[in-house]
């Protein structure tokens, strides 16, 4: 009698679980009928685009001052954007080269945190270029310039990366290294060993995957696929 209880109750249980299940794929069906890829997630990447991209922030305010909408080309202010990253990036490859003061840990997470901001924005904009299409092409070759600017940018900001952290000792080694990682998976130089080593390969990973994931981009966009 124990034992006919126990599987009764077993059976119920079962059923109970079979029918969450039941009720959780049925609504999984009717919510996303086109699956998640097609509307849901280019939605999402769009929302954390506009919360977190700093190129957007500034042009919308750039769009309200002059009174264009969203529609119009603005393509002028990509590009400036772009400009004022790298020489921006260069300033801080020079003054951190320059500087042998040898700051802490908090320090140093603050300032990889503003350092690695712009390429992880580029990771985003890639995503939604990707997922998110907005009109049309301007021109290929133009969006092939910009992609390649991208990936300039990409090397200079994770140069200031490795610099900051005592990987390298100076702008050569740690652009050329940068490129390497950049292009190749994985540096040549050997860099210095220092208290922030087990950091290297965080931020390697990070750079070989935005590195290559722009790669692919360029290589779809230069073949009219995206």
């Known amino acids: 009698m124990v034992g006919l209880k126990g599987l009764l109750k077993q059976f119920s249980s079962i059923s109970y679980y079979s029918s969450h299940l039941s009720n959780c794929l049925d609504r999984l069906n009717k919510k996303y009928p086109d699956g998640i890829y097609k509307k849901e997630f280019p939605r999402r990447v769009k929302f954390f685009y506009e919360k977190l991209s700093?190129?957007?922030?500034?042009?919308?305010?750039?769009?309200?001052?002059?009174?264009?909408?969203?529609?119009e080309r603005l393509e002028w202010f990509s590009e400036l954007y772009q400009l004022i990253s790298i020489l921006i990036g260069l300033a801080l490859l020079i003054i951190i080269s320059l500087t042998s003061y040898e700051y802490n840990y908090w320090v140093i997470f603050v300032m990889l945190s503003l350092i690695l901001y712009r390429p992880l924005e580029i990771f985003l904009f890639l995503i939604k270029w990707v997922f998110v299409p907005e009109g049309g092409l301007v021109s290929y070759r133009r969006s092939l310039a910009t992609f390649l600017v991208n990936f300039i940018e990409v090397i200079i900001y994770f140069s200031i990366a490795y610099l900051s952290c005592g990987f390298y000792n100076t702008i050569k080694l740690t652009l050329y290294s940068s490129m390497r990682i950049a292009v190749t998976i994985g540096p040549e130089v050997e860099q210095n060993c220092s208290s922030l080593s087990w950091l290297f390969p965080i931020l390697?990973?990070?750079?070989?995957?935005?590195?290559?994931?722009?790669?692919?981009?360029?290589?779809?966009n230069a073949a009219g696929a995206v």
């Not at 390697?204 to 779809?220: D, E, G, K, R, T």
């Open 54 to 71: 700093l190129h957007g922030y500034i042009e919308k305010r750039v769009r309200e001052i002059l009174s264009i909408e969203q529609n």
């Open 204 to 220: 390697v990973m990070i750079q070989i995957v935005i590195s290559y994931f722009l790669i692919v981009v360029v290589i779809a």
